[in-house]
């Protein structure tokens, strides 16, 4: 069984009101996004977190970063969940946590950065559990609503990062064009040397052109 919380060395994550636990994927996903937030050295930068569940990238964002972030969760467990998490850190000043659904979320602004791990097992195997469920498919929010969400939040010169499993990358890459998002970033990730590529990050950047993505493994 899941441990109730899982403690980094500078803020504890609980996750006992949260359908989708702490995993390795999502904190190597939060450490890149701090790092890439980083690399623009402007403590001006805006960024929205969708989906963020338990507050784990929002915290990874915020202790590298003095930003201001806003945090945007559905759920009703998760959503307090997060402001607990959030609550009990040295960053609570940072953060903003909206209890919302994000198509109809009206911030007033947009955002030079965002970041999602977004419901992701679209069309897989639905769960009795419909607290999972919500957290883990895209019963809210599909991958096409969350390019809109994106193209209606994301400055010009903006840029936004997600989490997939690889078996959803080629169609999200697709779709992103649509709405001229260009691919800068991909690195794909394994549990093991012997085992398959399982999640990847993607970073797109918003209307610009470039040659080719860097790609990662």
């Known amino acids: 069984?899941?441990?109730?919380?899982?403690?980094?060395?500078?803020?504890?994550?609980?996750?006992?009101?949260?359908?989708?636990?702490?995993?390795?994927?999502?904190?190597?996903?939060?450490?890149?996004?701090?790092?890439?937030?980083?690399?623009?050295?402007?403590?001006?930068?805006?960024?929205?977190?969708?989906g963020t569940g338990t507050g784990l990238l929002s915290l990874m964002v915020a202790?590298?970063?003095?930003?201001?972030?806003?945090?945007?969760?559905?759920?009703?467990?998760a959503c307090m969940q997060a402001r607990q998490n959030i609550e009990g850190s040295k960053f609570k000043e940072n953060i903003s946590v909206h209890h919302a659904d994000i198509l109809q979320f009206e911030p007033q602004k947009k955002y030079d950065a965002i970041i999602s791990n977004p419901p992701f097992f679209e069309n897989d195997l639905v769960s009795t559990d419909t607290h999972k469920n919500t957290a883990r498919h895209n019963i809210t929010l599909s991958l096409k609503d969350l390019l809109v969400t994106i193209n209606r939040l994301l400055k010009n010169d903006g840029f936004f990062m997600v989490l997939l499993p690889c078996h959803r990358l080629k169609y999200f890459e697709e779709e992103a064009l649509q709405y001229d998002f260009y691919l800068d970033q991909k690195i794909l990730i394994k549990?093991?040397?012997?085992?398959?590529?399982?999640?990847?990050?993607?970073?797109?950047?918003?209307?610009?052109?470039i040659a080719s993505p860097k790609i990662f493994v």
């Open 63 to 77: 202790q590298k970063n003095k930003i201001a972030i806003d945090a945007v969760e559905v759920e009703d467990g």
């Open 191 to 209: 549990p093991s040397e012997i085992h398959d590529y399982f999640r990847g990050i993607l970073f797109f950047l918003n209307k610009r052109n």
């Open 1 to 50: 069984m899941a441990n109730n919380f899982f403690k980094f060395k500078q803020f504890t994550v609980f996750q006992d009101q949260c359908a989708m636990k702490v995993c390795t994927d999502a904190c190597l996903f939060g450490a890149i996004a701090a790092y890439e937030i980083l690399q623009q050295k402007s403590a001006d930068i805006t960024c929205l977190d969708i």
